[in-house]
Each structure stands twice: as C-alpha cells, then as structure tokens.
C-alpha cells in the first residue's frame, strides 16, 4: 500500500481548509494562555475528521488532546498557536498548529489499518508560559513513544539543539525617603537591582562558553527625589545543559542574597515562568523526518546546529523520543520581528506548513509501519537515558 501518496491526497484535499486556519489563526494573534479562538478552531478540525477532543487538560483552558486509534505505538503531533506581544504571529506558531492538525487530518482515514494511535496535543504558551512543561509534569507524554512538531525558520534543518533556560523575577525592598532632605532615612531598593547586574556581570568572566544571562529592570522608582522602597528586575539565564544550568541558576541567587547584604535591602525571588530543559533531537527520528522532506523535493537541508533560544520541546525530549526540525519561511528571516510575522501568512509560509504537515505525516507513517525504525529511535533515546545525557 502506497500510504504516503494517499496521505498526500488527503492533506492536499484539505489544502484549502487548513490554510485559512493558518490564516485565520495568523491574522488574529492570541497570547500565551489566551489563545481562545486558535484552540476553538484547531480542535474543531480534529473532531471533524473523527478525533476524540478534550479542550482543557492538565488544568489550562487552552491546552488540548485530540486522539484517534487504538493502542501503541502511540505517537504525538504537537501544536502551538500563541503569539507575541505587539509582533503578532512573528514567530510563526500559526502555522505549527495547522501543520500538525494536517498530518493528522491526513493520517486520520488510514489509522485503523496503520495501527497504533495519533494523538495532537495542544500546547499552548511556549514563547511566556512553556505550556509543555505543564503537560509533561502532568504526565501527559507517559503513554507516549515519541513527540513531533515543525518550527518556521530561515532555513530547512533537522535538528537544533536549544539552550536550558531559567527565569527569575528578584524584588528588592527598601525604605522611601525624601532623597535630598533626609536620605539617610531611607533605603535603596534599585541599588540592590543595580548591585544584582554587577556581581552578574563579575560572575560572567567564570561561566562556561554558552551560556546567556540576559536582565532588564522592571522597576525602579517612580520619582528622583524619593529613595525607592521597590525595585524590580527580570532574568532569564540560558546553559546548553540543564545541569550546568542548575549549578549557575544557585550562583545568580547568590548574587542577588549579596546584592541585599551589600544595600541594606531586602530580596525575594521567584520564577516568573516555567524553566525549561535543552533539546536533545532524536537523530534516528530526525533522519527519517529527513528524507520524507527530500521525498516532498526540500531542498538545502541542513542536518545539525546547535541553537542558542529555548523552547519548551527540551521537556517533552527529555521524557519521549522527539524531534523540532525547522522549514523555511523566507530567506533571511530573523525571528521575532515583524519580517517574520509578515512571512508566517505569507504564500511561502503557508506551503511550508503544508510541506511540513505532509513530512510529518509520512514520519508517523513510517515508525506505525516500520518496526526497525521504530526500534532504533526507542533504542536512542534509552541509550542517551543510560549515558545520562538526558
Ligand atoms: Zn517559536
């Protein structure tokens, strides 16, 4: 049986319908956790092709599972649909979420007698909530046997690495006082803020290559003649391995204890968002996706680098066997700028979502129909568990 021709067909018939999801999606850019209308509509497509629908799991109103089929293997399609604040959709996760709801409207026919079972997840929030994370801690991907998704890009490659991220809210309090009548009354809370940058940036000549703090200060004052009793500053702090992160998360909290000693302040921390884990690509998953790709005619496709951004798909590899490959919207594109939101409900765009549904739907194909593919991406990911690189 030529299954992937007919996926082919399948998606192509659907063609007209998950582009003006893309756009309609693209168009009407929804926040992290606030994406209402997107998770209305990819859902709805799902149920219509015969998805089973839950919108509203592991406790997110904007999160959901849709299921078709029986039994293992059982393989994830991952959506994501938030935007950007003011950008829009400038970095393309309209069509992340019409590319996985393609391959599954192009699988859905044909489940039963592939075998196994398709689920999509919706994920919502991964640029400012890492929406997967919370799937993941819920369990969500333990009856799982691998995870894929598409990202938009600049170029056509297999895998990337992504960085470990963590992001810290510090809060320094002091004592408002008239800052040139009696400012010996007073204490400063953004000297605490500012004492918090130096010791960062001390600490920056003994960090391991790669790795990114990156702060801005929230608050700090409201007027120049008062001492400011609140200050309050925001970092993300980046490492290419979750564990050399940890060590150097505890060495910014320090900083922060020492920037309150030094000023009289008082400090207080929390993570404003979830932190999230690096991204180790499954090669053997990733080289399948691969050829399915030059199987669609891609072109130029880059097969490893390593990445400097985060992305919430770090979790989901670090529990399945995953890949996040990325397809190109647009020569020369830079993330995260209004280039790019142009590009993602741009002609280009939309075929690349559309390639990228096919591609993906080929992969599920082949690992439901090829157990020694199977068999060697269950094997990696097992052997990077033992060698502890996950
Ligand atoms: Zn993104």
């Excluded at 850019?29 to 606030?34: A, D, Q, T, V």
């Excluded at 922060?256 to 499954?282: H, R």
Aim: aromatic share 6%.
């Amino acid at each position: 049986m030529n299954w992937k021709a007919q996926i082919s067909a399948e998606i192509n018939a659907n063609r007209a319908t998950l582009e003006q999801l893309a756009l309609t999606i693209g168009e009407n850019p929804e926040l992290g956790f606030e994406e209402v209308r997107a998770a209305n509509l990819l859902t709805s497509a799902l149920q219509e092709a015969g998805f089973e629908v839950t919108l509203g799991i592991a406790g997110l109103d904007t999160a959901f599972c849709g299921t078709l089929g029986q039994g293992r293997p059982n393989i994830a399609l991952l959506c994501e649909y938030d935007a950007l604040p003011e950008l829009g959709h400038a970095c393309g996760h309209n069509l992340i979420g019409v590319a996985s709801v393609g391959a599954a409207l192009g699988l859905a026919p044909f489940v039963g007698k592939l075998g196994g079972t398709i689920t999509v997840f919706g994920t919502p929030a991964e640029e400012t909530g890492s929406g997967k994370v919370v799937l993941v801690r819920a369990g969500l991907f333990d009856q799982v046997d691998a995870a894929m998704m598409f990202h938009p890009s600049s170029q056509n490659l297999l895998m990337a690495t992504s960085n470990a991220l963590d992001a810290y809210e510090f809060e320094f309090i002091g004592k408002a006082a008239h800052a040139a009548d009696c400012p010996e009354e007073g204490i400063n809370a953004l000297d605490g803020v500012i004492a918090l940058f130096n010791g960062v940036n001390a600490l920056r000549e003994h960090l391991p290559d790669g790795v990114r703090i990156h702060g801005i200060i929230s608050q700090g004052g409201t007027a120049a003649n008062v001492v400011p009793a609140r200050a309050v500053a925001r970092f993300y702090i980046r490492a290419p391995r979750r564990e050399v992160l940890s060590g150097i998360t505890a060495k910014v909290l320090n900083v922060a204890q020492g920037a309150a000693m030094i000023t009289g302040t008082q400090v207080e921390w929390n993570e404003f968002e979830l932190g999230t884990d690096n991204m180790v690509p499954n090669h053997s998953l990733a080289l399948a996706f691969g050829a399915n790709l030059q199987r669609l005619n891609v072109i130029n496709i880059e097969e490893f680098a390593e990445g400097r951004g985060s992305s919430d798909m770090g979790n989901v590899s670090r529990v399945v066997p995953a890949i996040h490959p990325y397809l190109s919207i647009g020569d020369g594109l830079v993330s995260h700028t209004p280039e790019f939101a142009k590009a993602s409900v741009s002609q280009e765009g939309l075929q690349a979502s559309i390639t990228a549904a096919e591609a993906l739907a080929y992969t599920v194909a082949d690992i439901l129909t090829d157990p020694l593919l199977f068999k060697a991406v269950q094997e990696e990911h097992a052997r990077l568990k033992e060698s502890s690189v996950l």
